[in-house]
Protein backbone atom coordinates (compact mmCIF):
# COMPACT_ATOMS: atom_id res chain seq x y z
CA UNK A 1 0.00 0.00 0.00
CA UNK A 2 1.79 3.83 -0.99
CA UNK A 3 1.08 6.12 1.79
CA UNK A 4 0.77 9.47 0.82
CA UNK A 5 2.07 12.46 3.07
CA UNK A 6 0.09 15.52 2.54
CA UNK A 7 1.16 18.80 3.81
CA UNK A 8 -0.33 20.83 6.99
CA UNK A 9 -1.32 23.42 4.10
CA UNK A 10 -2.83 20.47 2.22
CA UNK A 11 -5.14 18.73 5.41
CA UNK A 12 -6.15 22.45 6.03
CA UNK A 13 -7.51 23.25 2.36
CA UNK A 14 -9.05 19.71 1.55
CA UNK A 15 -10.06 18.43 5.12
CA UNK A 16 -11.55 22.03 6.75
CA UNK A 17 -15.16 23.74 5.75
CA UNK A 18 -13.92 26.88 7.67
CA UNK A 19 -12.18 28.35 10.80
CA UNK A 20 -14.22 28.82 13.56
CA UNK A 21 -12.26 30.24 16.00
CA UNK A 22 -9.14 31.93 14.96
CA UNK A 23 -5.69 31.76 16.84
CA UNK A 24 -5.88 35.34 18.35
CA UNK A 25 -9.43 34.62 19.64
CA UNK A 26 -7.90 31.34 21.51
CA UNK A 27 -5.11 33.63 22.53
CA UNK A 28 -7.45 35.93 24.23
CA UNK A 29 -10.61 33.91 25.76
CA UNK A 30 -8.01 31.45 27.39
CA UNK A 31 -6.19 34.45 28.97
CA UNK A 32 -9.52 35.93 30.46
CA UNK A 33 -10.01 32.15 31.73
CA UNK A 34 -6.88 32.44 33.24
CA UNK A 35 -7.77 35.47 35.24
CA UNK A 36 -10.91 34.12 36.63
CA UNK A 37 -9.67 30.86 37.72
CA UNK A 38 -6.54 32.76 39.37
CA UNK A 39 -9.17 35.12 41.02
CA UNK A 40 -11.22 32.38 42.32
CA UNK A 41 -8.06 29.95 43.54
CA UNK A 42 -6.22 32.34 44.97
CA UNK A 43 -4.72 30.79 48.17
CA UNK A 44 -6.30 27.02 47.26
CA UNK A 45 -4.44 24.34 46.77
CA UNK A 46 -5.23 24.26 43.16
CA UNK A 47 -4.40 21.45 41.00
CA UNK A 48 -5.23 21.26 37.12
CA UNK A 49 -6.42 17.79 35.75
CA UNK A 50 -5.96 17.76 32.27
CA UNK A 51 -7.72 15.03 30.22
CA UNK A 52 -5.52 14.05 27.76
CA UNK A 53 -4.83 14.21 25.30
CA UNK A 54 -7.74 16.41 23.95
CA UNK A 55 -6.70 19.37 26.44
CA UNK A 56 -3.03 19.62 26.25
CA UNK A 57 -2.80 22.36 23.49
CA UNK A 58 -5.43 24.15 25.90
CA UNK A 59 -3.95 22.85 29.73
CA UNK A 60 -0.18 24.23 28.37
CA UNK A 61 -1.57 27.83 27.53
CA UNK A 62 -3.99 28.27 30.16
CA UNK A 63 -1.90 26.90 32.70
CA UNK A 64 1.23 29.39 31.92
CA UNK A 65 -1.65 32.27 31.60
CA UNK A 66 -2.51 31.82 35.70
CA UNK A 67 -0.86 34.01 38.15
CA UNK A 68 -1.10 31.93 41.19
CA UNK A 69 0.13 28.28 41.67
CA UNK A 70 -1.14 25.13 40.37
CA UNK A 71 0.26 21.67 40.28
CA UNK A 72 -1.13 19.72 36.95
CA UNK A 73 -1.64 15.99 36.68
CA UNK A 74 -3.17 14.08 33.88
CA UNK A 75 -6.31 11.73 33.31
CA UNK A 76 -6.81 10.04 30.27
CA UNK A 77 -10.33 8.36 29.47
CA UNK A 78 -11.99 6.45 25.73
CA UNK A 79 -15.10 6.83 24.43
CA UNK A 80 -14.80 8.44 21.04
CA UNK A 81 -14.32 6.22 18.00
CA UNK A 82 -14.16 8.58 14.91
CA UNK A 83 -16.77 11.78 15.59
CA UNK A 84 -19.00 9.38 17.55
CA UNK A 85 -19.41 8.88 20.84
CA UNK A 86 -19.20 5.14 21.65
CA UNK A 87 -21.56 5.74 24.75
CA UNK A 88 -19.37 4.10 27.16
CA UNK A 89 -16.35 6.06 29.13
CA UNK A 90 -13.41 4.14 30.27
CA UNK A 91 -10.28 5.12 32.54
CA UNK A 92 -7.49 4.33 30.51
CA UNK A 93 -4.64 6.08 32.66
CA UNK A 94 -4.95 7.64 36.61
CA UNK A 95 -3.91 10.22 38.13
CA UNK A 96 -0.39 9.83 39.65
CA UNK A 97 -1.01 11.64 42.80
CA UNK A 98 -3.87 11.64 45.72
CA UNK A 99 -7.09 14.62 45.39
CA UNK A 100 -8.49 14.06 48.59
CA UNK A 101 -8.37 17.69 50.10
CA UNK A 102 -7.04 19.20 47.09
CA UNK A 103 -9.15 21.97 44.91
CA UNK A 104 -9.46 20.17 41.49
CA UNK A 105 -10.27 21.92 38.20
CA UNK A 106 -10.74 19.17 35.54
CA UNK A 107 -9.32 20.55 32.08
CA UNK A 108 -11.66 19.43 28.66
CA UNK A 109 -11.26 20.25 25.85
CA UNK A 110 -15.34 19.96 25.12
CA UNK A 111 -17.88 18.76 26.50
CA UNK A 112 -20.69 17.31 23.95
CA UNK A 113 -23.35 14.68 25.43
CA UNK A 114 -21.42 15.08 29.39
CA UNK A 115 -20.60 11.50 29.53
CA UNK A 116 -17.18 11.91 29.65
CA UNK A 117 -17.75 14.57 32.50
CA UNK A 118 -20.54 12.89 34.17
CA UNK A 119 -18.15 9.61 34.48
CA UNK A 120 -14.77 11.77 35.74
CA UNK A 121 -16.84 13.57 38.15
CA UNK A 122 -18.90 10.34 39.83
CA UNK A 123 -15.02 8.87 39.77
CA UNK A 124 -13.09 12.13 41.44
CA UNK A 125 -15.78 12.68 44.04
CA UNK A 126 -15.28 8.97 45.21
CA UNK A 127 -11.46 10.41 46.33
CA UNK A 128 -13.00 13.03 48.28
CA UNK A 129 -11.50 15.97 47.08
CA UNK A 130 -11.90 19.37 48.94
CA UNK A 131 -13.49 20.88 45.59
CA UNK A 132 -14.04 19.86 41.91
CA UNK A 133 -14.76 22.22 39.24
CA UNK A 134 -14.94 21.89 35.13
CA UNK A 135 -13.34 24.11 32.74
CA UNK A 136 -13.95 23.39 29.17
CA UNK A 137 -12.60 25.35 26.28
CA UNK A 138 -15.63 24.34 24.07
CA UNK A 139 -19.37 23.59 25.22
CA UNK A 140 -21.50 21.84 22.54
CA UNK A 141 -24.72 21.81 24.47
CA UNK A 142 -26.99 21.01 21.68
CA UNK A 143 -25.60 17.47 21.87
CA UNK A 144 -25.84 17.02 25.70
CA UNK A 145 -27.88 14.00 26.86
CA UNK A 146 -27.05 14.26 30.22
CA UNK A 147 -27.56 17.53 33.04
CA UNK A 148 -23.82 18.99 33.10
CA UNK A 149 -22.75 22.33 32.82
CA UNK A 150 -18.85 23.52 32.88
CA UNK A 151 -18.26 26.19 35.21
CA UNK A 152 -15.08 27.88 33.53
CA UNK A 153 -16.38 27.61 29.68
CA UNK A 154 -14.17 29.22 26.36
CA UNK A 155 -16.87 29.12 24.10
CA UNK A 156 -20.26 27.86 23.06
CA UNK A 157 -20.32 26.26 19.70
CA UNK A 158 -22.63 24.91 16.87
CA UNK A 159 -23.25 20.91 17.02
CA UNK A 160 -19.87 20.43 14.56
CA UNK A 161 -17.00 18.21 14.69
CA UNK A 162 -14.40 20.50 15.20
CA UNK A 163 -10.54 19.65 15.00
CA UNK A 164 -7.16 21.44 15.73
CA UNK A 165 -5.68 23.47 18.93
CA UNK A 166 -5.59 19.40 20.53
CA UNK A 167 -8.77 18.01 19.38
CA UNK A 168 -8.02 15.48 16.78
CA UNK A 169 -10.25 13.33 14.49
CA UNK A 170 -9.02 9.68 14.29
CA UNK A 171 -5.82 11.50 15.61
CA UNK A 172 -5.16 13.57 12.99
CA UNK A 173 -4.94 17.60 13.14
CA UNK A 174 -4.37 17.98 16.72
CA UNK A 175 -1.41 20.48 15.88
CA UNK A 176 -3.69 22.93 13.66
CA UNK A 177 -3.13 26.53 15.97
CA UNK A 178 -6.68 27.15 15.82
CA UNK A 179 -10.15 25.52 15.76
CA UNK A 180 -11.63 24.18 12.21
CA UNK A 181 -14.86 22.67 11.24
CA UNK A 182 -13.97 19.58 9.70
CA UNK A 183 -15.54 18.49 6.08
CA UNK A 184 -18.58 16.36 6.19
CA UNK A 185 -16.65 14.23 2.87
CA UNK A 186 -13.42 13.78 5.69
CA UNK A 187 -15.50 12.36 8.06
CA UNK A 188 -17.92 10.57 5.86
CA UNK A 189 -14.97 8.60 3.47
CA UNK A 190 -13.08 7.51 7.02
CA UNK A 191 -16.52 5.91 8.37
CA UNK A 192 -16.83 4.53 5.31
CA UNK A 193 -13.32 2.79 5.18
P1 LIG B 1 -18.77 13.82 25.63
O1 LIG B 1 -18.62 12.64 26.53
O2 LIG B 1 -19.66 13.58 24.45
O3 LIG B 1 -19.13 15.09 26.35
O4 LIG B 1 -17.41 13.95 24.91
C1 LIG B 1 -16.38 14.72 25.23
C2 LIG B 1 -15.16 14.19 24.49
O5 LIG B 1 -15.52 13.81 23.16
C3 LIG B 1 -14.13 15.25 24.33
O6 LIG B 1 -13.21 15.20 25.36
C4 LIG B 1 -13.51 14.92 22.98
O7 LIG B 1 -12.45 14.03 23.15
C5 LIG B 1 -14.60 14.24 22.20
N1 LIG B 1 -15.28 15.18 21.27
C6 LIG B 1 -16.56 15.62 21.34
N2 LIG B 1 -16.84 16.47 20.35
C7 LIG B 1 -15.69 16.59 19.62
C8 LIG B 1 -15.33 17.36 18.47
O8 LIG B 1 -16.11 18.13 17.87
N3 LIG B 1 -14.05 17.21 18.03
C9 LIG B 1 -13.15 16.38 18.62
N4 LIG B 1 -13.45 15.67 19.72
C10 LIG B 1 -14.70 15.76 20.22
MG1 LIG C 1 -11.23 14.68 25.25
Redesign the pocket.
Known sequence: MIMTIRSLEQMITEDLEEVLIPEEKLKIRVKELACDISRDYEGKDLLLVA?LK??LVFLADLARDLTIPADIDFIVVTSYASTRSTGEVRLAQDLTVSIKGRDILLV???VDNGL?IQFLTKTLLLREPASLRICALLDKPEGRSIDVRPDYCGFVIPNKFVVGYGLDYNQEYRNLPFIGVLSKHVIHNKDMQ
Open positions: VGAEDVT
